[in-house]
């Protein structure tokens, strides 16, 4: 069976927010996020699961046009910096790898868990997101005031797709490319 949803053709029916869900690279430039919408963001994340319930992570939230997305965008691969000059915000995320002194083993999956989160909210609200770990996190340690025990990990874009001709080509054919997975039957490992 092959159920082919609005964007992504799955093999078992999934909620709609998954089956559509994508990491778009070219952004409407003219698109404003609001801080609501932002918060709301950070409120999905905050209500991940995470071990022992450590919330092993944290947010840095930059809106187009401020200091703040300036500072994430110069820390961006070139690459990167290519398809993010339009996103409406930058979001870096940090894992907190050690809590009172000590390695927290699961601070890398439990922040995984919290941009899912983000990742879905944002699909909710009309937004699209895209993670990246393209960047240069020591120069994001240096321009901003970090805890102790926190380390930048990704860098989520968000905003809204758009496939303006003022957006690069290269990436509106990306944008356009065929969307692929590995099969169920490849990841399923074990299954009685
Ligand atoms: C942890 C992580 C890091 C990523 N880093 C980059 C990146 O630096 N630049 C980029 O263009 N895409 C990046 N991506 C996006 C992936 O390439 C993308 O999620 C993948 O191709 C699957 O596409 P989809 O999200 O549209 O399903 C990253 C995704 C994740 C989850």
Redesign the pocket.
Same mark, same amino acid.
């Given at each position: 069976m092959t159920i082919i949803t609005q964007r992504n053709t799955t093999t078992s029916p999934i909620h709609e927010l998954l089956g559509n869900?994508?990491?778009?690279?070219g952004f409407a430039a003219d698109h404003v996020v609001g801080e609501e919408e932002l918060r709301s963001l950070i409120e999905a994340a905050r209500w991940a699961p995470s071990a022992f319930n450590k919330q092993p992570w944290g947010f840095i939230v930059g809106r187009r046009g401020t200091e703040t997305f300036g500072k994430i965008f110069d820390s961006l691969?070139e =690459?990167?910096q290519l398809?993010n000059r339009n996103v409406s915000a930058l979001i870096v995320t940090l894992a907190r790898t050690e809590i009172d002194g000590e390695p927290f083993a699961t601070a890398h999956y439990d922040l995984g868990q919290a941009?899912a989160h983000l990742s879905f909210q944002a699909e909710s609200l009309g937004l699209n997101v895209?993670?990246? &770990?393209? =960047?240069d996190a020591d120069a994001i340690a240096e321009r901003f005031p970090l805890p102790a025990g926190y380390q930048p990990y &990704?860098v989520i874009a968000v905003g809204v797709h758009s496939t303006d001709e003022s957006i690069p080509e290269k990436i509106r054919d990306r944008d356009s490319g065929p969307?692929e997975r590995q099969g169920v039957d490849d990841i399923l490992l074990g299954f009685e």
């Open positions: 869900r994508w990491s778009p690279r691969a =690459f990167n398809w941009a895209h993670q990246m &770990t393209g =960047f &990704t969307r």
